[in-house]
T-cell receptor
Framework: GAVVSQHPSWVICKSGTSVKIECRSLDFQATTMFWYRQFPKQSLMLMATSNEGSKATYEQGVEKDKFLINHASLTLSTLTVTSAHPEDSSFYIC????????????FGPGTRLTVL | DAKTTQPPSMDCAEGRAANLPCNHSTISGNEYVYWYRQIHSQGPQYIIHGLKNNETNEMASLIITEDRKSSTLILPHATLRDTAVYYCIVRVRTGANNLFFGTGTRLTVIP
């Protein structure tokens, strides 16, 4: 299957700082990328959907000014957690959709964010 | 997208077949059945998908009932590395609609 990478794989930051997470589709162009968040022992929850060159669509309850998403190209999307707080500590997972007839969705390995 | 129901947990002996059921009684005619799994602290991994017919690949087999209201994922010879949470998802294949994850089934393969 297609490969999606994330960087960094884990990050620890101080409360009040901002953290950027990158998501790349390595061997395909992604028309749509998704960002999920997963708390311990819970399922994945969709945060937002982004299409290249347009603004992201956020799910209800997700603050767009806190979780900035930039989908600058067909292979790169970034999620910036601004003014992070301990409650933002979570496992963040991105996903990319291939589009076209197959339109399959592949997931990155995830980024573990810990806010102290 | 239609909702799915899965048992919260299952055990399977190593080397035996693991049969994971999924109920999707409200599935629409154009919705596919997808299976993903998530090993601890990793992103979900695609396993298999199907519409009507049974499907098989190098990882697993997918058996879909004739009325499409339920399906079973079969791992023919479970190994310890198959211990994971398995998610059954139904979705329309076209468009930008998202994959919605339920609680899945936590499969534990026992030595």
């Amino acid at each position: 299957g297609a490969v999606v990478s994330q960087h960094p794989s884990w990050v620890i930051c101080k409360s009040g700082t901002s953290v950027k997470i990158e998501c790349r589709s390595l061997d395909f162009q992604a028309t749509t990328m998704f960002w999920y968040r997963q708390f311990p022992k819970q399922s994945l929850m969709l945060m937002a959907t982004s299409n290249e060159g347009s603004k992201a669509t956020y799910e209800q309850g997700v603050e767009k000014d806190k979780f900035l998403i930039n989908h600058a190209s067909l292979t790169l999307s970034t999620l910036t957690v601004t003014s992070a707080h301990p409650e933002d500590s979570s496992f963040y997972i991105c996903s990319a959709r291939t589009g076209g007839l197959n339109n399959e969705q592949f997931f990155g390995p995830g980024t573990r964010l810990t806010v102290l | 997208d239609a909702k799915t129901t899965q048992p919260p947990s299952m055990d399977c002996a190593e080397g035996r077949a693991a049969n994971l059921p999924c109920n999707h009684s409200t599935i629409s005619g154009n919705e596919y059945v997808y299976w993903y799994r998530q090993i601890h602290s990793q992103g979900p991994q695609y396993i298999i998908h199907g519409l009507k017919n049974n499907e098989t690949n190098e990882m697993a087999s997918l058996i879909i009932t004739e009325d499409r209201k339920s399906s079973t994922l079969i791992l023919p010879h479970a190994t310890l590395r198959d211990t994971a949470v398995y998610y059954c998802i139904v979705r329309v294949r076209t468009g930008a609609n998202n994959l919605f994850f339920g609680t899945g089934t936590r499969l534990t393969v026992i030595p």
